[in-house]
């Protein structure tokens, strides 16, 4: 049996663990209604004036007469930057790191992401209302340059999620109304990055991985209503999936080509489950203010583990907590014109001491503003604007390849800044 042949186990347990160093992290999508949008995501589990309080908590569909659909998108542009600040890399047999260069991988993110949404609720009754919510609360995609700096950490990020939520809503008092609803949610991930051969004279080579899965998920809500003042909180399950897919392997050289090749991978990926607590008051019957809190429990996620025909790698990844406070207000104009603004502090998820080019997130603060256009009784049209302020965060990753004597070490060093801004756009049809 050749060296190659016999060094093939852990060659691919050590290669398994690179190409996902970060699946997970701060890549949940807040922005899930244009409505909400403009006033910073601060109506939440308690304005109930929309559809899209079909995902934000099913519970105050008891808001919405007969039958409501809202049907948008939200467009985000998103910014980032990596700066080098001595990535480096270890060579088998010297007793020091050698530099890695490179480029600074250029805007990782599309110029344009598009991220759709669709909502409708139905009264079929003095006290029970039916909704359908269907969106992408998950979603991440980034392509840095081939000569990259940080390539070792990350090349290629595209995650990609559909989340159906069939949701029902009961009135227990005029007062009072509970609802929830099921989520059936599909997720599709293919990560790549380059790989670093024995010697640095040498071509990288290249780790890809690719899977998907179908899961099922429930959330669920409660309204209060006194008036003047509403409050709302609902919960939202954690998403276990158990992703299926293939582990490719190219252009290794020397001991290490025995580990070139496809072969068929799993790996289990938890989402986490939310809570969302908020509070709508009416301060004169033309002005409202709106308070929302949430919790993400991200702490969950402790490492990524792979599952291979040759063994079990797990990389661990220790995310904390994430929140998020929002605070807005709306005011109409006219029985026509609302006007609405808010802001909101995010917390990321991502564990300094673990950071990643692979998920460039830092805390961000929001400052949003948006109207509603009321074109007809049955008609009206939601525009919203908000922009993103990312934190910088220094990034050191090591990541470790191949056994012992043939260990290689990349440490990638990184400054990453960046921020996003996002317009927002729905039609909100009532019959």
């Given amino acids: 049996m050749t060296l190659s042949r016999r060094l093939l186990p852990l060659l691919l347990s050590g290669v398994l663990a690179a190409p996902v160093p970060a699946l997970a992290g701060g890549f949940y999508l807040q922005e899930q209604s244009p409505k909400e949008t403009g006033r910073a995501l601060s109506g939440g589990a308690a304005a109930g004036d929309d559809p899209s309080t079909v995902y934000f908590n099913p519970a105050a569909m008891t808001q919405l007469s007969g039958i409501q659909m809202s049907l948008g998108g939200i467009i985000l542009s998103a910014t980032a930057q990596q700066s080098n600040r001595g990535s480096s890399r270890t060579v088998p047999g010297l007793p020091v790191s050698v530099p890695v260069n490179g480029n600074d991988g250029g805007n990782p993110f599309a110029r344009i992401i598009p991220i759709p949404s669709l909502y409708a609720t139905a009264?079929?009754?003095?006290?029970?209302?039916?909704?359908?919510?269907?969106?992408?609360?998950?979603?991440?995609?980034?392509?840095?340059?081939?000569?990259?700096?940080?390539?070792?950490d990350s090349l290629h990020t595209d995650l990609k999620s559909y989340n159906v939520q069939p949701s029902a809503a009961y009135k227990i008092s005029d007062n009072l109304s509970i609802g929830g609803g099921v989520d059936v949610q599909y997720v599709e991930v293919?990560?790549?990055?380059?790989?670093?051969?024995?010697?640095?004279?040498?071509?990288?080579?290249?780790?890809?991985?690719?899977?998907?899965?179908?899961?099922?998920?429930?959330?669920?809500?409660?309204?209060?209503?006194?008036?003047?003042?509403?409050?709302?909180?609902?919960?939202?399950?954690?998403?276990?999936?158990?992703?299926?897919?293939?582990?490719?392997?190219?252009?290794?050289?020397?001991?290490?080509?025995?580990?070139?090749?496809?072969?068929?991978?799993?790996?289990p990926l938890e989402l986490p489950d939310m809570v969302t607590v908020s509070m709508m008051h009416r301060l004169t019957p033309k002005l409202r203010a709106m308070l929302t809190a949430r919790w993400y429990n991200w702490s969950l996620f402790k490492a990524i583990t792979i599952n291979t025909a040759t063994g079990t790698s797990v990389k661990e990844m220790h995310y904390h907590d994430g929140y998020s406070v929002s605070a807005g207000g709306e005011y109409?104009?006219?029985?026509?014109?609302?006007?609405?603004?808010?802001?909101?502090?995010?917390?990321?998820?991502?564990?300094?001491?673990?950071?990643?080019?692979?998920?460039?997130?830092?805390?961000?603060?929001?400052?949003?503003?948006?109207?509603?256009?009321?074109?007809?009784?049955?008609?009206?049209?939601n525009l919203s604007y908000a922009h993103n302020f990312v934190a910088k965060a220094n990034i050191i990753r090591?990541?470790?390849?191949?056994?012992?004597?043939?260990?290689?070490?990349?440490?990638?060093?990184?400054?990453?800044?960046?921020?996003?801004?996002?317009?927002?756009?729905s039609l909100t049809m009532r019959f």
């Fill in 398 to 425: 090591p990541d470790h390849y191949y056994p012992a004597p043939a260990t290689v070490t990349t440490t990638t060093l990184s400054n990453s800044s960046g921020n996003v801004d996002q317009l927002a756009a």
């Fill in 332 to 381: 109409d104009v006219s029985d026509r014109l609302t006007l609405r603004a808010g802001t909101m502090f995010d917390r990321t998820p991502t564990n300094p001491q673990f950071l990643s080019t692979r998920v460039p997130d830092g805390d961000r603060v929001w400052l949003s503003g948006g109207a509603t256009w009321n074109v007809s009784s049955a008609l009206a049209l």
């Fill in 190 to 267: 293919k990560l790549t990055n380059a790989l670093p051969q024995l010697s640095p004279l040498l071509a990288d080579g290249h780790a890809s991985i690719a899977g998907d899965d179908l899961s099922v998920g429930w959330n669920a809500g409660l309204f209060y209503t006194s008036g003047d003042t509403n409050f709302g909180v609902h919960y939202r399950s954690r998403m276990t999936h158990k992703l299926k897919g293939e582990q490719e392997i190219s252009g290794l050289l020397g001991p290490l080509v025995g580990a070139n090749g496809s072969f068929a991978a799993n790996a």
């Fill in 123 to 152: 009264q079929v009754g003095d006290r029970l209302w039916l909704g359908l919510g269907v969106n992408a609360p998950f979603g991440l995609k980034l392509d840095y340059d081939e000569s990259y700096f940080g390539r070792y």
